[in-house]
């Protein structure tokens, strides 16, 4: 996330390439990142959400020294999924738990469970489809872009029609999620 994300949504669809723009591009984990901004090392950097969050909680002496400018669209972290092929009783049983879990139940059971899910930073469960995927299904897609122009066992026209594969894929994906409606 720190690295695909912006050099995606950010770089890539401006048609920016960074290292032609900044003298110094490093990669370090979102917790260094954060550090290294909050302690004037680095003009700017990536980090995600969650260590944000951490960040604020942990260090808030040097957190002020931090300024979020840009959010990218929301990635999916830890969905739960089934396989396909699971028998529906089992589904509705699964999907019956989660959307009840901290919602209903008896006043004790639904406190102990909004505790717990309190306890890992969490709310109720919301339902999903799929179409929460797109974006890594983008990220994906864009990172068997870069893995195909830095291909030297492709030839020129393999790789541009590779390449060619992927933007129509991407495209498509990108159409289909402008059509999911934001909560």
Known sequence: SGFLVPSYYIFAQNNVEPRDCYKTVTNATHEANLFSVAEKRVDFA???????????????????????????PLIPSDPIVWRKSLDQGTKDQILSFFMRYGRIG????????????????????RPSSNAQLYPV?????FADKLNAQADGSL???????????IDAQLKEISRLASQVPQL
């Open 106 to 125: 008896t006043e004790e059971e639904v406190k102990a469970a909004r505790a717990i899910l309190a306890d890992l930073e969490w709310a109720p469960f």
């Open 46 to 72: 990536t980090s995600n959400s969650e260590s944000l969050g951490r960040f604020e909680k942990n260090a808030p002496e040097i957190y002020d020294n931090i300024k979020e400018i840009w959010r990218s």
């Open 155 to 165: 030839s020129a026209q393999q790789k541009k029609q590779k390449i060619t594969e």
């Open 137 to 141: 299904r983008q990220l994906q897609l």
